[in-house]
């Protein structure tokens, strides 16, 4: 089991999220540690989305950017965020990321851009 304080260390986060019968599904996600939440952003038609949607339930691990685990799973909810808590998670992972996190954010900028992203608040049970 992996601490709050590991995964929020990490430049990568792994997020697995659960299908309709039960297989689990990992996606590596930029991620910033906000009190006791972990907060994400990802693409708003994502298959991510979709099953958060459908079960909250997820595991999250620190990885690389491949997806490889660095760590060990760790039980967590996941909650979709309304339009202005996805723009505070976009300016938070801007920031944490640099200029990387800057050219992600004028992708999300552009026209269609910011509608089609989503947060992601995860807390760890």
Not at 69 to 90: E, K
Not at 99 to 105: E, I, K, S, V
Request: net charge negative.
């Amino acid at each position: 089991m992996s601490s709050l304080d590991d995964l929020g260390a990490g430049t990568y986060l792994s997020v697995t999220s659960f299908r309709e019968d039960g297989t689990g599904v990992a996606t590596p996600v930029w991620l910033v540690r906000r009190d006791e939440e972990l907060l994400v952003l990802t693409h708003a038609s994502s298959g991510k989305v979709r099953r958060i949607r459908g079960n909250p339930s997820v595991l999250v691990a620190p990885c690389d950017s491949r997806g490889n685990l660095l760590g060990a799973q760790t039980a967590a909810d996941a909650r979709l965020q309304d339009p202005v808590q996805t723009l505070v998670t976009a300016d938070l992972l801007e920031h944490r990321y640099g200029l990387m996190g800057q050219m992600a954010a004028w992708v999300n900028e552009r026209p269609g851009g910011s509608d089609q992203h989503i947060g992601i608040t995860i807390t760890i049970v």
